[in-house]
Every structure is written in structure tokens, then in C-alpha cells.
DNA sequence: AAACTGTTTTTTCACGATAAAAGACATTAA
DNA sequence: TTAATGTCTTTTATCGTGAAAAAACAGTTT
């Protein structure tokens, strides 16, 4: 694939894609900086976004203004692969390998190797490494390889006490905040996206993740622990992967899951930190629970 | 200074000197494999060590045959500022801008400034930003600059708040260690050097924030947890920075600490959890006193 | 004058290249 | 036949470089 390329332009593709959608709701596009803060990128990709939109007869363009000529077609939108981040590809890649058995606790990770097989640079696959090691998963052996400590029993205990501990004492945070804090309509708001979830759980079962994802981050937020906060990164990871690994009864486990954070949300809103312990309690038992399931007895992780 | 100099041999310089140090003892030095293990380095380091020794005349070496010649004399050693890793390098020009005062929350961090003052590449800067930011110092803005959260009042707060969860958790499983566990042996040995150093406070003070590193490691280690063990890392090196800045009282500060120690240690023979716990919460909170008050009201640090 | 557009400069990101260091393989001595 | 030494190969650490993207500056328009 690309190769001898200094650097992709996702940032690029990915906001002139996020553009387009923008295209079929309004007659003219906004200014340069407002459209920069709306997409998230700097006015210089801005300005690449529009020169391509006038070449491509999207829009015209004459200083202010920006006027919409038609609707986007598909074949306008650059391929979502295109779109992804150096660090999202190396990441997909590094995890695919992880989980796809035959990756012995133990294992030496090779830079060269890993960065030939995914066809970047090695400095690229380093800086992913270095990144990569505060979810403990593996290790750095000085002036030498890394080594990879396996998704084993073992972790995920690990991971679950902190997490158990964080969680307890968020919630005790979150039920002790004051009446007028914005948190109350947040999590009044997410109540509300639990019981439209919760009703179509038959068919819409794949979307709890996200929303568990969105929920145990407002909780964990309340500690205004930045260690707390930034802890959670390393679970969204680890449920992110398991998620698509373990599909075993994901309709079941996800409903239960939903029930759980219904009473969970209720126990916050009593502010009554008896019953917040509770609920809490019992959830994240059930959340490690399914989690070790998926894990075979001290062993490394297989695909399911 | 070295410029256009792609890997500086500073692991062979440190392995030199640390090898000079064991010319002293013998009359002949092992086989290579040993000297590698004994030293932590290579076979390749190890010969590039024995090759210089034989051209300065310090041994003889003719295959299995390593003589020492004559004892080492100070010029034969390396300078101990080329010993450094780059990494070790960067932290500390990096420390010392941000502990120089001027160092405001909320500025921005410039790695092409930076590795230009510091005078190394980008790719060094990057990495020792991002396995810094574990520290929960810096943030970094999505395709653009990091930046600083400061030293503040916070994050004094947040860090002691985790360490305490962490430690009491850690003293209570150590506590509970059967009577046959080595670390009873490894205790009794920080208590005699407690001891020792407690009779020689007025001269040895300074000798007091290793041992404290090495015994508040000792108790995190019961733990069994990697994120409890990995997060004394960010205790350890906010420690380290603190007692280089924080001169006032430290001679008392540290006879008051080893005191708190020694009552810590007999907590935890007696393997009573209720006395365990009262030493522990003492003991940090004296530990988080200390660490607040050479912190200015919510602004950043200055050094004293 | 405030907010925009046009232009230039600076910084970040990612690569290939190269010396240091590690590691593997072949050979030899005890 | 085990464990060393001698030699060769591979990997890691670090740099300089160049394109992508951000940011700063200068000139316009409303």
C-alpha cells in the first residue's frame, strides 16, 4: 500500500466527508472558522475542503460566499478506510493479531516485524507501543523487545478491582452532588435512552455498548479524579474488544445490563448512598463476571 | 553538542564504568555470557567493554584469559553525564523548565522548541511526552500541541487521593501474607535500615526518600495488582521532583517519617488490619500534609 | 472595528536511514 | 558435550527530512 508517503491526509478526508453530510441541510455553507470549529480541524483543511468541493461542482465559491449546487452523491465521499488514523489502523492490527489465538502470555513483540506486516514506519508503531502499555497488557524490556502479558484471568482481575474501586467511589460522588449540578439532566437523559433501549432490546441489543461506554463515563467523571477518568480509557478498551469477541448470548447479557443500570440511575437519583452501593455493587459483579467467562481458565485469550 | 549523531553509546559508557567497579574486587574477570548478566547488557557491550580495557591497559585479554592489569584510576572512567539515556536527559531539562516558576496551567508545549533547546530530535521529545503523560500532567490536543495542567493544588489532591485508596488496600493484603511469604524477611530488613538511619537522622537525612521509595514499594507489591504497582511510578516521581525542591524542614520532615514508618512496619507484623489501617491513614496524611504545603494556593509551583 | 479571506510560517506526523545494541549462528576450547 | 569465544544478522534508538495540518500574519470586506 502507501509507501515512501510522508503522511496521510485523513484529518482531510475524514472532515471533508463529515462536510458533505453538512451539505444536505443547508442552502450555503458557513464561514471558514465556523465551519473549522464545527468539523474540528484547522481553517487550512477547511480551505482544502471547500477548493475540492468547488472542483467537484458541490458548491460554488467566491470569497463569503459559499453556495450549495447539489446534493452529495455516494461516490463523493472518500472510502471510510481512508479515513482512519495511523494510530486506529496500528491499533485494529496489533488487537486482530492479540485475539486471534496462538499469542502466548510470554510472546516478544518486534517493532520492525510489526511495523513490516502492517506496512507503516517503525517510529509510528513505537509511539503506538509506548501508548499502548498503560493498559498493562504488555511490558517494556529496556534497550530491548517488548514483551506481551496476555489478556489473562489474571488480568482481568486486575482490571476489575480498580475498576470496582473507582466505580464505588464515583457513584458515592455522583449521588452526593448538588441538586443544580447539569449531571442530574445528563443522567435523566440516558435514563430516557435506557428505557427506549430497553423496550427495542430485540432488535437493537448491539447499540448498549456505546451507551454503556456513555454512562459509566458521566459516573466516573464525578470523582474529579483526572487518575479516575483517565482509568476508564483503559476499560472502554478492554469492553471494546471483548464486545466483538464474545458474542455468546448478547442479546441476554445486554438486556440484563440495561435493567441493571435502570435500578443503578434509580439508586443515584434517591441519593441514598445505601442503595447506590448496592446497585453499584451489583452490577459491576455481573460486568466482571461476563467478562471472565470470556477468558478460558489461566489461559491466553481465543477468538470465540 | 552532538549533532547529526544518530544513537549516543551511553549504555556501553555505564556499563564501562559500572565494570571498572568490579576490577577492583578480582584478580580476573568471568566469561562474557556472566559479565553480560552481571552488567545487564549484551555480549556485543561486553566485548566492546573488554576491548577498550585491553587498549588502556587494564587487563589482559587473550580468549578466556582476562587478567587485571592495574587498578583503575578516576580518568578511566566515562563522564557521568554521558552516562544518561536520552530519556533521563529530556525529564529533566523537561522538569526543570516546568518547575523553574513561569510554568503557567493551561500553556502550550512546543516539541520542535523543546527538542531544539534540548538539543535532540523530535521523535525523542514525542516519546518521552507521551509515556509522560501518564503522569496526568499534560494533555494532548487531537493533531496539534500538548498541554500543561500544572503543578497545582488539584493535582496534589487527586494523586494522594488515589494513593491512599491504593496503599490501604496494598497494607491490608500485605497484612494478610502468610507467615512463610519472603516479604516478612524483605520487612524485617527495611525495619533495620529504618532503625539505623533513625540514630544517624542529624547527618544522613537525605538518605531517607530512597528508602521510602524502596518501602512503600515493598507494601504496593502485595497488592498483586499491575495498575496499583504501575501507579507508584507517578507517586515515586512527583516525590523525587518534591524533595529536590522542597528544602525547609526536611531534616525534621524526615526523622518525623521514619518514625511514622517504623510504627507502620510494627502494624503490620502484628498483622492486626485495625492497627494497619490507623498507621497507614497517619502516616499519608502527614505524607499529603507535607506535599500540600509546599504548594502555593491553587496557582502553579514555584520552586522555594 | 469586528470578522472574514488570502498568504506565509511553524508545527506535527510519519518516513527512511544509520549507528548502537541485542541476538543468533558457527566455531572452538575445556 | 557443554560452555565459551568469534562472527554475522537483526532489532532498537535516534536523527534529518518532507508533506499534512495548524497557526500566525496581513490584507479585505461588511
Sequence with gaps: MGQGMSKSNNVYKDAYNRCLRLLDETRSLPSEPELGTLLGVSRTTVRSILARMEE???IAWNKRAKTVLRDPRPDDFFPEEETD??????????MRRLLAGGAEAGMQINELELAREIGVGTTSVREFLIRFSRFGLIEKRRNSHWVLKGFTRAFA?????????????SAAAFAALPQDSPVWADL???????????????????AFSELDERFHRLIHRASHNRFIVDFYDVIAMIFHYHYQWNKAQERERNEVAVGE??????????RDLGKVDAACRKHLKSARHTLLTSIPESRPLQKS
Aim: proline share 0%.
Design 56 to 58: 467537484t461542482g458541490l
Design 85 to 94: 488514523t495511523l494510530a486506529e489502523i496500528i491499533e485494529r492490527s496489533f
Design 157 to 169: 482481575l486486575e482490571l476489575t478491582e480498580i475498576r470496582e474501586m473507582f466505580e464505588l467511589r
Design 188 to 206: 435523566d437523559r440516558l435514563e430516557d435512552e435506557h428505557r427506549l433501549l430497553a423496550r427495542e432490546i430485540a432488535t437493537r441489543f448491539n
Design 261 to 270: 443500570h435502570l435500578a443503578y440511575i434509580e439508586a443515584l437519583k434517591s
